[in-house]
T-cell receptor, first 114, second 114 residues
Framework: KNQVEQSPQSLIILEGKNCTLQCNYTVSPFSNLRWYKQDTGRGPVSLTIMTFSENTKSNGRYTATLDADTKQSSLHITASQLSDSASYICVVSEPPDSWGKLQFGAGTQVVVTP | DAGVIQSPRHEVTEMGQEVTLRCKPISGHDYLFWYRQTMMRGLELLIYFNNNVPIDDSGMPEDRFSAKMPNASFSTLKIQPSEPRDSAVYFC????????????FGSGTRLTVV
């Protein structure tokens, strides 16, 4: 069973609107949780990284939250733009911090329409 | 920095042929990873190297797959003989020990075996 589950699988939003993506994980213990953006035909690019002691991290219009007690994370996109159309992947890193196995979610496909 | 460079970007080959994928990691990074991405299974770690030495190849699907890293600036992933089920996007990534934030993916090689 995948240790990182993402929802929804896909969503369509209108340009300028906000949206929130969810990530539930069972990896324990964990070192850090990352959100990646993957444009079509490109490799994943890191948006945010949070350790277990952090509960929020922002990168421009992207804000990630983490609740280590409930093992849930969310990625909020504010004022979406057409360029936000991509797959967003939640990744949980096992210890040790220097190198730990990464557990990947299946991703949420976001389509932003004009 | 040019980032992680992979070649070719696209490869179409016939079943039974040998396929070689290439990767140049970011200069100074001491970890290199090979991933495979499919719609069904998402991102899967195949093998990773530390200082040019293979550390964990448990993700390599079968003996038809092999990977080498002859020096710090070059790695190859070889499939011989190739099969249609090997069709996927193969990513290379590199990172710097102790620096989780340095984990960087290449743009991938899309392999199609017909």
């Amino acid at each position: 069973k995948n240790q990182v589950e993402q929802s929804p699988q896909s969503l369509i939003i209108l340009e300028g609107k906000n949206c929130t993506l969810q990530c539930n994980y069972t990896v324990s213990p964990f070192s850090n949780l990352r959100w990646y953006k993957q444009d079509t035909g490109r490799g994943p690019v890191s948006l945010t990284i949070m350790t277990f002691s952090e509960n929020t991290k922002s990168n421009g219009r992207y804000t990630a939250t983490l609740d280590a007690d409930t093992k849930q994370s969310s990625l909020h996109i504010t004022a979406s733009q057409l360029s936000d159309s991509a797959s967003y992947i939640c990744v949980v890193s096992e210890p040790p911090d220097s190198w730990g196995k990464l557990q990947f979610g299946a991703g949420t496909q976001v389509v932003v329409t004009p | 920095d040019a980032g992680v460079i992979q070649s070719p970007r696209h490869e179409v080959t016939e079943m039974g042929q040998e396929v070689t994928l290439r990767c140049k990691p970011i200069s100074g990074h001491d970890y290199l990873f090979w991933y495979r991405q499919t719609m069904m299974r998402g991102l899967e770690l195949l093998i990773y190297f530390n200082n040019n030495v293979p550390i964990d190849d448990s993700g390599m699907p079968e003996d038809r797959f092999s990977a080498k890293m002859p020096n710090a600036s070059f790695s190859t992933l070889k499939i011989q003989p190739s099969e249609p089920r090997d069709s996927a996007v193969y990513f290379c990534a590199s990172s710097l020990l102790g620096q989780s934030y340095g984990y960087t993916f290449g743009s991938g090689t899309r392999l199609t075996v017909v």
